[in-house]
């Protein structure tokens, strides 16, 4: 599997201790040794996503600044940010990996999304790019970062050409506060939009009711392409989220999208290090063979409750 990285991408940094730091694909390449590495290319329309007013202000930053509380950058982050939406844009074309930052799923097309309180450590959104660059019709998105992919959402929700499927921790108790199954898209989009809703300390044992759901909504829309916004902090004690998610779930996750192309997003400690070469190993289809986590009856319950509700609404829209 090729792995679009440069050392480019660490030059996005911040002087204080931050958990999105450049040590993040340290760890990372550390997990994926032995895979094929290639080099990015750095592009320069950024507008094809986001506004021209938020573009000029990421290039405008001269030195170490906080864009919010969440979020930092420097005087190299816009061209890190335009080497990162190259290395999504390759990964697309070559099926492989782009292990890039910064990431891009929480970034609007104004900046902060859906009224969320930050950018929550995104500059450009790296999967739309690859979308909007390569004008793809009928492709869908599956985005398995343990946060709801706010800002990749509201740049597709009136867009029926883009299905996208964001499984995360439920937004009640988490960061960025939105993403609930209501949320379906508007107009003709009506439904492309897709949220499935984990409650903490959720485990493998819940993906595995979700994922013949996500296979009976991808088999009847048909996607040209299938690309994962592929977030890894979901996995148990990675440090920014409750769920607890092994392995097994995340090489499920890549089964599901053999041949298909992947971009970095969240991921901070031990999901690098277990969660993306488990991954991995299910895009490229090879025999794996993990061991399961269980979640306990409470947690059970309180998801199926939410499962009903969402199959209620997706019904409408789908056949599962
Ligand atoms: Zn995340």
Same mark, same amino acid.
């Given at each position: 599997?090729?792995?679009?990285?440069?050392?480019?991408?660490?030059?996005?940094?911040?002087?204080?201790?931050?958990? !999105?730091?450049?040590?993040?694909?340290?760890?990372?390449?550390?997990?994926?040794?032995?895979?094929?590495?290639? !080099?990015?290319?750095?592009?320069?329309?950024?507008?094809?996503?986001?506004?021209?007013?938020?573009? /000029?202000?990421?290039?405008? @930053?001269?030195?170490?600044?906080?864009?919010?509380?969440?979020?930092?950058?420097?005087?190299?982050?816009? %061209?890190?940010?335009?080497?990162?939406?190259?290395?999504?844009?390759?990964?697309? %074309?070559?099926?492989? +990996?782009?292990?890039?930052?910064?990431?891009?799923?929480?970034?609007?097309?104004?900046?902060?999304?859906?009224?969320?309180?930050?950018?929550?450590?995104? =500059?450009?959104? /790296?999967?739309?790019?690859?979308?909007?660059?390569?004008?793809?019709?009928?492709?869908? @998105?599956?985005? *398995?970062?343990?946060?709801?992919?706010?800002?990749?959402?509201?740049?597709?929700?009136?867009?029926?050409?883009?299905?996208? =499927?964001?499984?995360?921790?439920?937004?009640?108790? @988490?960061?960025?506060?939105?993403?609930?199954?209501?949320?379906?898209?508007?107009?003709?989009?009506?439904?492309?939009?897709?949220?499935?809703?984990?409650?903490?300390?959720?485990?493998?044992?819940?993906?595995?009711?979700?994922?013949? @759901? =996500?296979?009976?909504?991808?088999?009847? *829309?048909?996607?040209?392409?299938?690309?994962?916004?592929?977030?890894?902090?979901?996995?148990?004690?990675?440090?920014?989220?409750?769920?607890?998610?092994? %392995?097994?779930?995340?090489?499920?996750?890549?089964?599901?999208?053999?041949?298909?192309?992947?971009?970095?997003?969240?991921?901070?400690?031990?999901?690098?290090?277990?969660?993306?070469?488990? +991954?991995?190993?299910?895009?490229?289809?090879?025999?794996?063979?993990?061991?399961? !986590?269980?979640?306990?009856?409470?947690?059970?319950?309180? *998801?199926?409750?939410?499962? %009903?509700?969402?199959?209620?609404?997706?019904?409408?829209?789908?056949?599962?």
């Amino acid at each position: 599997m090729y792995i679009v990285y440069s050392d480019k991408y660490k030059e996005h940094y911040s002087s204080t201790h931050h958990i !999105e730091n450049p040590d993040r694909l340290t760890r990372a390449l550390k997990s994926l040794k032995g895979e094929k590495i290639v !080099e990015p290319i750095k592009v320069d329309d950024p507008q094809i996503v986001h506004s021209e007013e938020y573009v /000029n202000k990421i290039r405008n @930053i001269k030195g170490e600044e906080w864009i919010d509380a969440d979020t930092y950058a420097n005087e190299k982050t816009y %061209e890190t940010a335009l080497y990162a939406l190259g290395g999504a844009l390759k990964a697309f %074309e070559l099926q492989g +990996f782009a292990l890039v930052r910064p990431p891009g799923h929480h970034a609007g097309k104004n900046g902060r999304a859906l009224n969320a309180p930050t950018l929550g450590f995104c =500059i450009f959104n /790296n999967i739309a790019y690859i979308i909007k660059k390569k004008m793809l019709r009928h492709v869908a @998105i599956i985005d *398995f970062d343990v946060h709801y992919g706010n800002g990749t959402q509201e740049i597709f929700y009136d867009d029926p050409e883009v299905l996208h =499927i964001d499984i995360h921790q439920d937004p009640k108790t @988490i960061f960025p506060g939105t993403g609930f199954p209501e949320m379906i898209g508007k107009g003709e989009a009506e439904g492309t939009k897709v949220n499935l809703i984990i409650p903490p300390r959720g485990s493998d044992d819940l993906y595995d009711e979700l994922l013949p @759901i =996500i296979q009976a909504i991808i088999e009847d *829309f048909k996607p040209a392409y299938i690309i994962f916004s592929a977030g890894f902090d979901g996995f148990k004690g990675d440090g920014l989220a409750s769920l607890n998610l092994t %392995e097994y779930t995340f090489y499920n996750l890549g089964s599901l999208g053999k041949r298909s192309s992947a971009v970095l997003e969240g991921g901070y400690g031990i999901g690098l290090e277990r969660g993306l070469p488990a +991954f991995i190993k299910g895009l490229k289809g090879e025999e794996a063979e993990y061991p399961k !986590e269980k979640s306990s009856d409470a947690v059970k319950s309180k *998801f199926f409750d939410l499962l %009903e509700k969402e199959k209620g609404i997706l019904r409408d829209y789908w056949k599962i």
